[in-house]
């Protein structure tokens, strides 16, 4: 019998039906690894259910908290805390967004693998947007920018390997110069849509599925959808998602106020999900600078089309004016956008290419895994 490789993951935190948790989840579905998960916090009630038949192990302290103090208490779990045995490992994988990279200050694998989803964007692509949130962050983040990146370039020279999702996010990674080319392994996608039935009726809803936190401008799909004429022509806009940031949210529905035409929906079932997506006419989807962008790419599989700011990852899947429209983060600009796929010729022509686009599943995805960990397991 052939032994399995055994893999460490660490997690920063498992708290949502994300992308990050989704990678995880694809991950140990595999029956070829024999993979730990270990997280500083892991919220059974708020992830996939499926996660509890898998082990998972809660280290270090929580991280919960406003965004400076979630940070600083994350940065003290990863310099502090060290996994035990992790020489047992074939290999280690950190799961980062930007700072869980840090770990291997503490935990040293020869093969260690960082499975990026982004380099901190705090720190580069939205240092103005984080910068300009309030007056505190404007006084401290400048230092704590330039600490944290002077430890990013030490961390990632104890880095193998990075693994990523799309062409963006490897792109950040050279931009920044933390790690060479070749040795950048991209996975694609982290979805299963390849049993998705399209859809083939639609009402006058436009969804944005999405977490409720500012980066993902639900406010500025308000505003453009207020711009647009679709209200007046019996449309709805439904946003649908986990509140993640709780002021946000209440600041959103003091916006919303009882406007009859704009639905909030909180901590969607997948079935809901599932629903909206089959009944809407299309999607929108206004998040600053996504890294990958796994709506765009849902919405697609159900044959929707999608009207996307034009940035991040969502620009290598939605052709412009092919499966959907891209546009600049400007609610006059967005509202017209939303107003010219009311034409039939336009719509259909839309529809037709998101009908078209290519299907993304976690088979490709493991697929290109299992060929990158091969790679690495095979190299001294």
């Given at each position: 019998?052939?032994?399995?490789?055994?893999?460490?993951?660490?997690?920063?935190?498992?708290?949502?039906?994300g992308g990050a948790e989704r990678v995880v989840l694809t991950l140990l579905k595999d029956k070829?690894?024999?993979?730990?998960?270990?997280?500083?916090?892991?919220?059974?009630?708020?992830?996939?259910?499926?996660?509890?038949?898998f082990k998972i192990f809660e280290v270090g302290k929580r991280g919960d908290g406003a965004f400076i103090t979630k940070g600083l208490r994350l940065f003290r779990n990863l310099l502090a805390t060290e996994i035990k045995d992790l020489d047992k490992y074939d290999a280690f994988i950190i799961s980062t967004a930007g700072i869980t990279e840090f770990a291997v200050f503490r935990n040293h694998h020869k093969k260690t693998i960082a499975l990026t989803h982004t380099p901190l964007r705090a720190a580069h692509?939205?240092?103005?947007?984080?910068?300009?949130?309030?007056?505190?962050?404007?006084?401290?983040?400048?230092?704590?920018?330039?600490?944290?990146?002077?430890?990013?370039?030490?961390?990632?020279?104890?880095?193998?390997?990075?693994?990523?999702?799309?062409?963006?996010?490897?792109?950040?990674?050279?931009?920044?110069?933390?790690?060479?080319?070749?040795?950048?392994?991209?996975?694609?996608p982290c979805a299963d849509y390849s049993k998705v039935h399209r859809s083939v009726t639609h009402k006058k809803i436009i969804f944005y599925p999405s977490r409720f936190i500012n980066y993902k401008r639900q406010d500025l799909a308000v505003a453009s959808f207020r711009a647009s004429e679709l209200p007046k022509r019996g449309f709805k806009l439904v946003l649908g998602g986990f509140v993640?940031?709780?002021?946000?949210?209440?600041?959103?529905?003091?916006?919303?106020?009882?406007?009859?035409?704009?639905?909030?929906?909180?901590?969607?079932?997948?079935?809901?999900?599932?629903?909206?997506?089959?009944?809407?006419?299309?999607?929108?989807?206004l998040a600053i600078n996504e890294d990958t962008g796994l709506v765009p790419?849902?919405?697609?599989?159900?044959?929707?089309?999608?009207?996307?700011?034009?940035?991040?990852?969502?620009?290598?899947?939605?052709?412009?004016?092919?499966?959907g429209l891209l546009v600049n983060a400007d609610p006059k600009e967005i509202g017209k956008a939303l107003d010219s796929i009311v034409d039939k010729k336009l719509y259909l022509k839309l529809k037709k290419g998101a009908i078209a686009s290519p299907r993304y599943d976690?088979?490709?995805?493991?697929?290109?895994?299992?060929?990158?960990?091969?790679?690495?397991?095979?190299?001294?």
């Open positions: 019998m052939v032994k399995k490789p055994r893999l460490a993951l660490l997690v920063p935190w498992i708290k949502s039906k070829k690894y024999d993979i730990d998960v270990y997280t500083f916090s892991y919220q059974k009630e708020k992830t996939f259910k499926e996660l509890q038949n692509s939205m240092y103005d947007y984080y910068k300009n949130e309030s007056y505190t962050y404007r006084l401290i983040l400048p230092v704590m920018v330039h600490v944290y990146r002077f430890l990013e370039k030490r961390a990632w020279r104890k880095i193998r390997y990075a693994m990523v999702l799309s062409d963006e996010v490897r792109n950040r990674l050279l931009d920044y110069h933390l790690i060479k080319a070749t040795d950048i392994i991209k996975l694609g993640e940031d709780k002021k946000y949210f209440r600041e959103l529905e003091a916006a919303v106020g009882s406007d009859k035409n704009i639905i909030l929906k909180t901590n969607l079932s997948e079935e809901e999900l599932k629903e909206l997506y089959r009944d809407c006419y299309a999607t929108i989807f790419l849902e919405s697609l599989s159900y044959g929707k089309p999608v009207i996307s700011v034009d940035e991040g990852g969502p620009k290598e899947f939605i052709k412009n004016g092919v499966n976690s088979e490709s995805f493991l697929k290109n895994f299992d060929r990158g960990i091969k790679t690495i397991l095979d190299t001294r």
